[in-house]
Structures are given as structure tokens and as C-alpha cells.
């Protein structure tokens, strides 16, 4: 969908302390065999604060550096892929509550992790969809220190760091503008993120843990050993070429004029192949560099790019962004951001008054 | 490059590089790359890194279709066709 009427007013973030993964390998949590292979360097730890409250931080900074008030939004939307609080409460009533948003259309979003890709999907048409509608809030944040997850082994290539990142789609002008947002599906590869378990009773409720290893190894022996073959990956690929080709032509752009790509925060190699493979770029592109430091934070790896580009002067007016997403499903997404201008607020970080997403946390 | 060349140099960086060590005695252009499991989501990215960097052939995504990973024999092709198509 090309989006070129719609802007990024805002976006804030909040992103805990990180354990690194020295740290990790030396008590026991990580295989020192997987930091070498991975060349991963840590991951954001929030410890006992609630993903609902780094959503809220994240909200509260995107919300100010935005100008928008609360009555000025027509959207909260809320990604997240993992428990957020008690099972059946819904987290973004805790940032309808705090943010005095009673009056707007607010739901959860579980897409894994292209969650913000979905919700900037639904986001502009819902703004389009009638006029007088502003702005609407994206929100997305997990905690994975929990029973039952264990950042440090759940998935074969990244380790899950936790955060909140937020940012406000306008109508009105911003300092980047959203010029284009994609999505496609592999339906045909759902079966490789619960393989390793039945479908009933659903795995939480027997206390079965988050492993994503442990599924896709599962999937794949099955594949091999029935003779099924793993052909539906290589269409995971070209799905995501196509999902490329879209987020480029509907934003009017080529792959020459892309300054910066931000993918998920996987490890160096996988980071490596998705760069020359799919887009033909190198990794000093892409923003592994930053992602290696924090883990892989859920639904919100391409939004703290986004802030972490623009606060560092990586990204200046003219740049364009090309965000890339996949999820359990398989889906795939793409977005494509063109900045406009530098905002106060990273002028302001830049110059060492600010850090980011801090401005407003408590 | 003949597509004969293609074969060989696709074939030896497949096994190589991508096929488990227990089955590359028995590995060949006609192997099925995608039954024995040789390709999944990382190992296809290198593959086609390996195309465009080495072989200076781009895949565009109308042609990342199964049917043309199906052994070593038919990537190289693939890639035949692509470099015949390409106007340098």
C-alpha cells in the first residue's frame, strides 16, 4: 500500500539495561559455542517490569515528541508476542487508562514479530477510512523474563531481549513519512512454529514453554522424513523478494535510494545473508551493529532502529528506511520511511541533553 | 560461464557448504536438494548469495520457486537462463 499522505510524528521507545552475552556464557545461560557462531553482544533485560509498562514509557515518549494530545488520537493499536499479564486482561487497557484514550478504537494485535508492520497496515486505512480522523498511537513491547521463556535459548539464531517501542502515524506532516507498507503470507510454512507440540490442549496452559527451536527443528526432521521437503521455505523466500519488490515500487523508490535496511535483530550471519541475498546490500546497511547489542525485542526490533538511526545522525532529511518484518504464520512485511527533517528531540539527543526515550519515564 | 560450469561450481558449493556432512559422499547434481532437507530459510540465503556474488546473477523473485531448487542441476539452469536474459 503506498502511504506517502501519511507521516511518523513521534515515536519513543523504551529500552531496559542489557546483560551481556559474556555474561551469559560465563554463568551457564548461553552456549559459548552459539557466541561464536552468532557473534551476538547481548540482550535488554527489563527485569520485573511489566511489558504493559514499557509500552506505556515508549507511548508517552512517542505521544510528546509528536505534539499530538490525547484527544487528538483516533487509534491505539497494541503488538505484542508474548504474556503480557494476567491471561485474559488486555494490556492496552492499561494505556487507555494512563493516556486517556477511553473514547478510541483499541485492540491487541498477536502477529509475532511483524506485529508493527500489521499495525501500520490497519492503522492507515483506518485513518483514511474517514476524514477528520488525525492520528493514531502503534504501540509494541514484551518482557520475556518469565516462566516458560528463555531468551537466551528460545529461538536457533537471536537471543529476545525486552522493550517497548512506540510511534504516532499522522495525517498532518511529521518528521518522516511513511511512503509505503506491505504484507504477504506463506500459510503453507504455519505448521514450522508449533511442530514440536499439539495444537489442544494449547501449549501454555499445560506449561509448555516458548521454543522456537525447538519447533523448527521439529519441522524440519518431519519434513525430511516423510518426504515432504522443505521447498515451502525456499517460498518463504520468494515471498519475501516479492514483499521487497512491493515496498519499493509502491513507494516510488529503488533499491539504490535505500540508505539504511532494518531487519529483525538475528545474528550476523543470517543478518548477513538477508542483506546480499534478498536486497544485494551489504551488512554495514543494515543496522546489525545496533540490533547485536539489545537482542531481539519481539515487535519492536524495526521501530527502535528507526529512533536509534535518527537519534545518532545515521538517517537525515532525504534518507529513506526500508523496514523488514516476518512472523510465525509465515507472514512477511515491508515498510519504506523517507525522513524529512531532524526533530528537536534527536537534535536535542545528539547534542547529550536527551537519552532516548527517557524524557518522560518515570 | 556454460551452464556445464554453472553445474559444477553450484554443485561443489553445495556440498560443501550446505549438505550434512553425512550425506556429501553421496552428493551430486542430481540430489535432492529440497527432500533431503539441503535448503531451509538460512542455507537458501546463501545459496543466493553465492549466485549473485559469485555468478553475478541476481534471482528475482518470480524465479525463488521451488521448482527451480530442486537439485543442483536445475539452479544452474536457472541461472543459465538468467545470465542469457541479462543484458550484459
Known amino acids: 500500500m503506498g502511504t506517502a499522505d501519511l507521516y511518523i510524528s513521534g515515536v519513543g521507545t523504551c529500552l531496559p539495561g542489557t546483560v551481556s552475552v559474556e555474561q551469559a556464557v560465563a554463568v551457564g545461560w548461553y552456549p559459548a559455542e552459539q557466541a561464536e557462531l552468532h557473534e551476538l553482544g547481548g540482550a535488554a533485560v527489563a527485569g520485573d517490569i511489566p511489558a504493559p509498562e514499557l509500552a506505556l514509557r515508549a507511548a508517552r515518549s512517542a505521544m510528546v515528541r509528536s505534539g499530538r494530545s490525547p484527544a487528538e488520537l483516533d487509534l491505539l493499536l497494541y503488538a505484542s508476542t508474548w504474556q503480557q499479564g494476567p491471561e485474559g486482561w488486555p494490556p492496552h487497557a492499561y494505556l487507555q487508562r494512563h493516556l486517556a484514550l477511553d473514547r478510541i478504537l483499541a485492540t491487541q494485535l498477536r502477529q509475532g514479530c511483524n506485529g508493527m508492520f500489521a499495525a501500520l497496515e490497519l492503522a492507515a486505512g483506518y485513518l483514511r477510512a474517514e476524514p477528520g480522523r488525525r492520528a493514531a498511537l502503534l504501540v509494541a513491547a514484551d518482557n520475556y523474563g518469565t516462566p516458560l521463556a528463555d531468551r537466551w535459548r528460545m529461538g536457533q539464531s537471536y537471543i529476545a531481549g525486552d522493550a517497548g517501542s512506540a510511534l504516532v502515524l499522522d495525517t498532518e506532516p511529521g518528521f518522516a513519512r511513511l511512503l509505503s507498507v506491505c504484507s504477504a503470507s506463506v500459510s503453507a510454512a504455519e505448521e514450522m512454529h508449533r511442530a514440536a507440540e499439539p495444537l489442544f490442549p494449547p501449549g501454555i496452559t499445560e506449561g509448555r514453554a516458548l521454543d522456537f527451536a525447538a519447533h523448527t527443528e521439529r519441522y524440519r526432521q518431519r519434513a525430511v522424513g516423510d518426504g515432504t521437503g522443505t521447498g515451502v521455505l525456499v517460498t518463504v523466500h520468494q515471498r519475501l523478494a516479492e514483499v521487497i519488490d512491493r515496498s519499493l515500487a509502491e513507494a516510488g523508490i529503488a533499491m539504490d535510494d535505500v540508505t539504511r535496511v532494518a531487519v529483525m535483530n538475528h545474528s550476523r550471519p543470517i543478518t548477513e545473508q538477508v542483506c546480499e541475498a534478498a536486497l544485494g546490500l551489504p551488512l554495514s546497511k543494515s543496522v546489525w551493529e545496533f540490533g547485536r547489542t539489545i537482542g531481539h525485542c519481539g515487535a519492536s526490533d524495526q521501530v527502535l532502529a528507526l529512533e536509534h538511526l535518527v537519534v545518532t545522525g545515521e538517517l537525515g532529511p532525504g534518507d529513506h528506511l526500508l523496514m523488514l518484518g516476518q512472523g510465525p504464520g509465515v507472514v512477511l512485511s515491508g515498510a519504506v520511511v523517507e525522513i524529512g527533517y531532524l526533530p528537536l528531540w534527536a537534535q536535542e539527543y545528539s547534542a547529550g541533553a536527551l537519552i532516548p526515550g527517557n524524557e518522560t519515564s518515570a | ?88
Do not use: Y
Open chain 2, 1 to 88: 560461464m556454460t551452464t556445464a560450469s554453472e553445474t559444477a561450481a553450484l554443485t561443489a558449493f553445495i556440498r560443501d557448504r550446505l549438505v550434512p556432512g553425512e550425506l556429501r559422499d553421496r552428493f551430486d547434481e542430481t540430489s535432492p536438494l529440497l527432500e533431503w532437507g539441503v535448503l531451509d530459510s538460512v542455507s537458501t540465503a546463501i545459496l543466493l548469495g553465492f549466485i549473485r556474488r559469485e555468478l553475478r546473477v541476481t534471482v528475482p523473485a518470480a524465479q525463488i520457486d521451488p521448482a527451480n531448487f530442486t537439485d543442483a542441476r536445475s539452479v544452474a539452469e536457472m541461472v543459465g537462463r538468467l545470465a542469457a536474459a541479462s543484458p550484459d
